[in-house]
């Protein structure tokens, strides 16, 4: 089980001929619509040579260009996989969930650690609304169109007319790309945020989640085939979109309810859909087949339940599958509709039920193969999606709760001559916990309340609504950033006694809501082991855990923590923390499962999925995992379907592999002198970060050598970019902070720090100890991964280029000094780098990572020699303008593009 697959090789041939033929088309396009900027296609490097007044459509040119390698190698990737699967068996692709399972089996997992393993199974990708997607939802249904005519070319059916006829269809979407245009004219509302983050669900992860159900299965089956194995969908899909308020004063009552109701409309109307396609398929005529008796009771009781049971027999006589289907989708639609007549089914559950006794009667009748490929998938989608399409998960900082609490207190303390205890206090946590215990046998109603005090009490209201619902899964977990102490999350369990959350009599014993606390910063997840301890040791939280299935939820911030301490750091205490978490759930009875708000850069936690789970520490991932999909990263993983099942069939693939591995296997174990290394590593990574975060000169050097103060108008997400005038690195947001230092390809986030630990750790135990990091880099997965991300890293950044962005800064000597400062810690990481690897060059190892890079290299450099000169000549007015500029823009999502993300 511990052995890693090699990864599929790149078929570099297939990516040359997709680069010429699209390379070949956008050529066409460009002669057509600008062909005094074809040069750029060609020779990135001769730029200087284009006009100024054609600047705008040279980056036009480079931001396609770059689009279109995304697709060809996204397109590569999943031909490469069938070719690796056809020719050597579906065990021999790496991260599939068959060699999962061919693993355990080989290690000796039996089929009833299996099984249990199987029924646990709980992985939930958790779609967010973060600001770091620049491309438009028509844009990315110009690519998805690309992608599926380059699947169509790969056919060798066609005929030279016909093949001729694809092209020109080709050819017709990159011209079609280049008439649309990329950046957004508006900022986006909320509501189209959640229509973009629907759209994956339509076009993708409706119908490829079943596909990865169906791979289990077939794998399982496969590899234990004496054993009668059943699995249930693992995958439970979740959305931020609509329900994080934390920062975004534009997501309120009325717009989380506007959510809710269209994450159910898409989920219902999709079931309709395929319950439709069920009554039309299943023709079994009674002529010809007995139906089992207790089956046709069940229909006939739908069919009175529809209240038209005549008149629905009179269609396809003697067909009663097709009668049963017809019913329910009649009560379906008026579950979610007053005015019809049909009795409502009473939740998404009794569904469910319906859609098995259908499989049993058809396996009765000894036609499982139906059951199994046509009835199946879709109970199956309605186990995933239910009547939500994805839990709406709940987001607010600690701050907005507590302040509604201190106001509640006022309200309830009409004659105090002070206010409320300071938050913290002891006197503060003397009262929540003293409220939570007192009987309560009516809702309070509280008048005259601010207008923030209104909307945190209203949303909680919707919650029960929702809660009462056809679908309580709706609502997902209540996510409280910055938690900095228990009280803050018994807060929220006060509240939510407050607005009747509590499902017992008294109000006393059980919350509805699941709370989960967010730690973000370093301290905080050093104190979030103490914070937890304290809190699971309290009766109502224990209980409520308990009813909402025994685990308690804990989720990390990968990017804050990241700002913090720097990303080795960050890494360090991620580890840790879990580690010491897992132990006080062990300890409390209650079981811990972590959310990973991990981005799509190296700095916000973005790594391979399978290597980054399986670099967890042993016994933290026990079947249950959430991470966040953000921005740029859910288009790239889930716009296609083949590219969205192998990512979903990955993660679902890692967890499980992890998960089988126990504890104490040796491998997991934790090798102290390891371990006392990575923590030395990590403390002199810390202090050499905070060196450069706490120069007093850094702030104004990072705003003015990068685009951060352009971001804003650059139109990729309803949430403002800033919190307020940034006076200090806790004043600035994570992904403005990560999105700048990638624009102008320092991309310190990434690695500042670790060079500087590396170098003192060896000059103080010489050989010794290069043999000891040498020894971690082969047998520590952790530490492995964290290298090879900051090797990534260091291998995107340039200091040629990053040095134009250093010469925008005014205070010449600042910027001489930081720059200086920057570039030799980026020399002297790489170095050491390079001596742990053995390599001579940064990235040697990673084939297709480095090969894909330097396709798209010049193109990029350019993008960033234009950025700069923009910037110098935008901010030479003395005055900034909310008027776009747009060739301003257009670097933007260049370099972007060319990266693979915005932050």
Not at 466 to 490: E, H, N, R, V, Y
Not at 752 to 758: E, K, Q, S
Request: proline share 4%.
């Amino acid at each position: 089980m511990n052995k890693i697959s090699p990864a599929p090789v790149e078929d570099t041939n297939y990516i040359d001929e997709l680069t010429a033929l699209l390379r070949d088309l956008l050529r066409q396009v460009i002669k057509t619509r600008e062909p005094e900027v074809l040069s750029i296609l060609d020779n990135a490097t001769g730029a200087d040579a284009i006009p100024p007044h054609l600047v705008e459509h040279a980056l036009q040119v480079i931001g396609i260009w770059l689009q279109l390698m995304n697709i060809a190698e996204e397109n590569a990737a999943i031909r490469n996989r069938r070719s690796v699967e056809k020719q050597a068996g579906p065990d021999s692709v790496g991260g599939s969930l068959s060699q999962s399972v061919a693993q355990a089996a080989a290690s000796g997992v039996t089929g009833e650690a299996l099984q249990k393993m199987l029924s646990i199974l709980d992985i939930g990708p958790t779609i967010t609304a973060h600001p770091t997607e620049a491309k438009r939802v028509t844009v990315l249904e110009i690519h998805r169109r690309i992608y599926l005519k380059l699947y169509e070319l790969e056919s060798p059916r066609w005929t030279p007319r016909e093949r001729e006829g694809l092209l020109f269809q080709l050819r017709n979407e990159i011209d079609l790309l280049w008439m649309t245009g990329e950046v957004r004219a508006e900022k986006p509302t909320v509501e189209s945020e959640v229509a973009w983050g629907l759209h994956f669900f339509r076009d993708a992860l409706f119908d490829r989640t079943t596909a990865v159900c169906d791979l289990l299965q077939a794998a399982v089956l496969r590899h234990y085939p004496e054993q009668a194995l059943s699995i249930n969908p693992p995958l439970k899909f979740s959305t931020w979109i609509g329900g994080d308020r934390d920062g975004n004063p534009f997501v309120t009552v009325a717009t989380t309810k506007s959510a809710l109701d269209a994450n159910a409309r898409a989920s219902v109307e999709r079931l309709d859909m395929k319950l439709g396609e069920l009554s039309k398929l299943i023709s079994i005529s009674t002529a010809e087949m007995p139906i089992p008796l207790d089956f046709s009771k069940l229909i006939e009781d739908q069919l009175a339940f529809t209240g038209r049971a005549e008149a629905l027999r009179q269609r396809n006589v003697g067909e009663p599958f097709r009668h049963y289907f017809t019913a329910l989708r009649e009560r379906l639609a008026s579950t979610f509709d007053a005015h019809l007549t049909a009795k409502p089914l009473a939740n998404v559950e009794e569904l469910i039920g319906l859609l098995l006794k259908a499989e049993e009667a058809l396996a009765e009748m000894k036609a499982a193969g139906l059951a199994v490929s046509i009835v199946r998938p879709v109970r199956w989608e309605a186990m995933v999606f239910g009547f939500r399409t994805a839990s709406l998960d709940l987001r607010q900082n600690t701050t907005v709760t507590n302040r509604v609490l201190a106001e509640i207190w006022r309200k309830m303390n009409p004659l105090a001559k002070e206010d409320a205890p300071p938050v913290h206090s002891e006197a503060w946590g003397a009262w929540i916990r003293g409220e939570l215990s007192k009987p309560m046998s009516f809702v309070p109603k509280f008048r005259d309340l601010s207008e923030e005090a209104q909307e945190l009490l209203g949303l909680l209201d919707l919650i029960r609504e929702t809660l009462d619902g056809p679908d309580p899964k709706a609502i997902g977990t209540f996510i409280l950033s910055m938690t900095q102490s228990g009280d803050d999350i018994l807060g929220l369990y006060l509240l939510a006694k407050y607005t009747g959350l509590f499902s017992d009599s008294t109000s006393c014993e059980t919350c509805r809501i699941r709370v989960v606390p967010l730690f973000e910063t370093i301290p905080d997840l050093r104190a979030g082991p103490g914070i937890m301890e304290d809190l699971l040791t309290n009766t109502i939280v224990q209980n409520s855990v308990k009813a909402a299935g025994g685990c308690q939820e804990i989720m990390l911030g990968y990017s804050d923590s990241n700002k913090d301490g720097g990303f080795f750091c960050a890494n360090f205490e991620l580890f840790e923390a879990q580690r010491r978490l897992i132990r006080v759930g062990e300890k409390s009875d209650i079981a811990i499962s972590f959310f990973h708000g991990r981005g799509g850069s190296v700095s916000r936690g973005g790594a391979p999925a399978g290597r980054a789970i399986a670099a967890q520490p042993g016994g933290t991932v026990g079947g249950r995992m959430r991470v966040t999909e953000q921005g740029e990263v859910v288009s790239s993983k889930f716009a296609n379907r083949g590219t969205a099942q192998t990512n979903l069939e990955t993660l679902t693939s890692a967890v499980l592999l992890h998960s089988l591995k126990t504890k104490v296997e040796d491998s997991r174990r934790l090798n102290p002198v390891h371990q006392a290394a990575v923590e030395d590593i990590a403390r002199m990574s810390f202090n050499a970060y905070q060196k450069l975060a706490q120069d007093p000169a850094l702030i104004t050097y990072f705003q003015q050598s990068s685009p951060v103060e352009e971001l804003a108008l650059l139109k990729i997400g309803s949430r403002p970019s800033r919190r307020f005038g940034a006076k200090g690195l806790s004043d600035l947001r994570a992904i403005p902070w990560v999105f700048a230092w990638s624009q102008n390809r320092h991309l310190l986030t990434g690695w500042f720090g670790l060079g500087y630990a590396l170098d003192d750790f060896l000059s103080a135990r010489g050989g010794d100890g290069l043999k000891l990091l040498r020894e971690m880099f082969v047998k520590s997965p952790g530490f492995r991964l964290a290298i090879d991300e900051v090797e990534k890293s260091l291998f995107l950044a340039d200091m040629k280029v990053a040095e134009q962005y250093a010469s925008l800064v005014q205070n010449r000597n600042d910027a001489e000094r930081l720059f200086a400062l920057i570039s030799h810690e980026h020399r002297r990481t790489s170095k050491v780098i390079l001596e742990l690897s053995g390599d001579k060059v940064l990235c040697a190892r990673f084939n297709s990572f480095s090969r894909r890079f330097e396709r798209v290299r010049e193109m990029l450099d350019q993008a960033n020699q234009w950025q700069v000169k923009l910037l110098r000549e935008s901010r030479s007015n003395g005055k900034a303008s909310d008027a776009p500029n747009m060739p301003l823009l257009l670097t933007m999502n260049c370099i972007a593009a060319g990266l693979g993300w915005t932050g």
